[in-house]
T-cell receptor, first 111, second 114 residues
Framework: AQSVTQLGSHVSVSEGALVLLRCNYS??????LFWYVQYPNQGLQLLLKYTTGATLVKGINGFEAEFKKSETSFHLTKPSAHMSDAAEYFCAVSVGNQFYFGTGTSLTVIP | DTAVSQTPKYLVTQMGNDKSIKCEQNLGHDTMYWYKQDSKKFLKIMFS???????INETVPNRFSPKSPDKAHLNLHINSLELGDSAVYFC?????????????FGPGTRLTVT
């Protein structure tokens, strides 16, 4: 069975500080991995994805994530948080035609 | 040129009513989805549909039914609305299965049942 776990439903960082949002998955086959962002009162927008190849994936708005198979992780990072990064972030796993979302992490950026 | 659009954006209605939410995508995708997002932001897939197969999440009440007039549209009909149906409903679309695809989401419809 496939699943996605996001550790920490709420994360607060200071403006300019490192952002680290954690995602672990379980999958019986090599998965495709995604991070989505949801700004207030909006739909989900793709930040980045891992399919095959390079395990460090760069996305929009300065975010990146690294696929670590040995740790079954796909953590999302950004070196320096901006106020505009405040949003809900979802990790997702795709296996075949099934798509599984994590429960989301709400990021607060403190000025 | 919105990729995935939904109407209406807000829907307020009373218990017992029947309502529909419309979804259209202009991406040429073959598969469309409906999700329900509750007040805690948890996303629950309700249906996935392409021109060959409808997959229903078995936990979804049969008061909910998707209807697809064509490949670009997947509407959601809800009968006998209940208070617990209040949520934000998202439509999404993707390329055919078997590829490393991502889903494209609409802006959501906030349904409030009073």
């Amino acid at each position: 069975a496939q699943s996605v776990t996001q550790l920490g439903s709420h994360v607060s960082v200071s403006e300019g500080a490192l952002v680290l949002l954690r995602c672990n998955y379980s999958s019986s086959v090599p998965p495709y991995l995604f991070w989505y962002v949801q700004y207030p009162n909006q739909g989900l927008q793709l930040l980045l994805k891992y399919t095959t190849g390079a395990t460090l994936v760069k996305g929009i708005n300065g975010f990146e994530a690294e696929f670590k198979k040995s740790e079954t992780s796909f953590h999302l990072t950004k070196p320096s948080a901006h106020m505009s990064d405040a949003a809900e972030y979802f990790c997702a796993v795709s296996v075949g035609n099934q798509f599984y979302f994590g429960t989301g992490t709400s990021l607060t950026v403190i000025p | 040129d919105t990729a995935v659009s939904q109407t209406p954006k807000y829907l307020v209605t009373q218990m017992g009513n029947d309502k529909s939410i419309k979804c259209e995508q202009n991406l040429g995708h073959d598969t469309m989805y409906w999700y329900k997002q509750d007040s805690k932001k948890f996303l629950k897939i309700m249906f996935s549909y392409n021109n060959k197969e409808l997959i229903i999440n078995e936990t979804v009440p049969n008061r909910f039914s998707p209807k697809s007039p064509d490949k670009a549209h997947l509407n959601l009909h809800i009968n006998s609305l209940e208070l617990g149906d209040s949520a934000v409903y998202f439509c999404a679309s993707s390329q055919p299965s078997g590829r490393p695809y991502e889903q494209y989401f609409g802006p959501g419809t906030r349904l409030t049942v009073t």
